[in-house]
Each structure stands twice: as C-alpha cells, then as structure tokens.
Antibody, heavy 121, light 108 residues
C-alpha cells in the first residue's frame, strides 16, 4: 500500500531555512507527481507546488516563488521541500501528497502524516 | 486570499442531506475535487473531478457542478461525517492548484 512518511517536527528561527523530507513506498515513485500543501494552525489548506519525480520538473505556487525549492532523490524514493527566509507566519503543518492515480496532475491523493514547522525567535 | 469561496460552517441533522458549496470563476473551466479532514488528521480525498469517488468512500458522498459553483452532497449524514471539507481546483490561469477556505460540517 502507498505510504508517505515525513520527517519530524522542526523549530526554526526567523530568517532560517527548513527542509522537510517525504519517504515514499508501495508504488513507483517516479510515476506520480508529488504535491506539497501546508496548513497554518486553525487555518485552511494552502497548495505550495508539485514536483515531477521522474524529470525533477517543478511548479510552484506564486506566493512561494523564490523561497521554496522542491527536489527528489529517486535512489531512496524521497521527496524534499525546502523553504527559506522563514517568517513567523510560516508556522504550519507541511504535508506531502502523491498525485491521485486517476484524473489530472493537480489532484493530491494519498497524504503523508504531516510535519509541524514552528518558526519562533 | 482564496479564489474558491466556501461557507465557513454548515450543520445538518443526523440522517439528513446536506450540500456544501464552492464558488469560483475557474470552476467554469476546471473540475472541483473535495477533501474531508478530521481534527489532527491529514485530508482524505472523497470526490474527484466533479463526481467520482475513490475506492472506499461511501456512496452517500456525491459531487455536482453548475456554472461557477461546485457542490458536495452528503445524503444521509452520519456522525462520522462531522469534519472540515475543502474543495480544490485549478486557478484561473490553469497552471496552479487552489483550495477553498474550508467548511466546518456539524452533524446534530
């Protein structure tokens, strides 16, 4: 079965960077886009972008352009999301989500457990 | 701000039918999908591409669309359906994904 296991919680200072990992198993890693979505405390879902694990191509939401970098390591079936120049309002749970097998490439399907990133001085 | 608008909260009596709506210009061009999220859990896809249910999702969940509005209908709501529901679709450019602000469903 599809499993996405994310790295543990992080505490960062404003201005720092954070890199969250997402270890995939149970399917062909290079066959499905991987989305990153975040959720601030008590708030809604916010799409950050996706990476094509096969080519490494990325598509970032406009509000994160210049601050986010999505990468992957196919040898260990792991996707990464790095967010730089952190601010307090980046405090959120960050999710990776495999694109659903049916439908478009804009359809997060199976989700990781989430990684809480806290930005605080 | 979200390009997809949802009512913040909706309530339904146990066993009754409830409709949750999502409005946005991009819905005239692209399908909506719907997610259920319970407290402390990751979202779960319940409807994709307007009215398709992933395996394991009860058939009391259905989707529809008309013009700039997509709807999620729960026919015969159960206590376990109490959750936050989010719609999503492509944005007006067609190049990015956007979520609605979410609707908190209370089952009375």
């Amino acid at each position: 079965q599809v499993q996405l296991v994310q790295s543990g919680a992080e505490v960062k200072k404003p201005g720092a960077s954070v890199k969250v990992s997402c270890k995939a198993s149970g399917y062909t890693f290079t066959g499905y886009y991987m989305h990153w979505v975040r959720q601030a405390p008590g708030q809604g879902l916010e799409w950050m972008g996706w990476i094509n694990p096969n080519s490494g191509g990325t598509n970032y939401a406009q509000q994160f352009q210049g601050r986010v970098t999505m990468t992957r390591d196919t040898s260990i079936t792991t996707a990464y999301m790095e967010l730089s120049r952190l601010r307090s309002d980046d405090t959120a749970v960050y999710y990776c989500a495999r694109n659903f097998p049916y439908g478009s490439k804009f359809l997060p399907g199976d989700w990781g457990q989430g990684t809480l990133v806290t930005v605080s001085s | 701000s979200s390009e997809l608008t949802q009512d913040p909260a909706v309530s339904v009596a146990l066993g009754q039918t409830v409709r949750i709506t999502c409005q946005g210009d991009s819905l005239r061009s692209y399908y909506a999908s719907w997610y259920q999220q319970k407290p402390g859990q990751a979202p779960v896809l319940v409807i994709y591409d307007k009215n398709n249910r992933p395996s394991g999702i009860p058939d009391r969940f259905s989707g529809s669309s008309s013009g700039d509005t997509a709807s999620l209908t729960i026919t015969g709501a159960q206590a376990e359906d109490e959750a936050d529901y989010y719609c999503n679709s492509r944005d007006s450019s067609g190049n990015h994904l956007v979520f609605g602000g979410g609707t908190k469903l209370t089952v009375l």
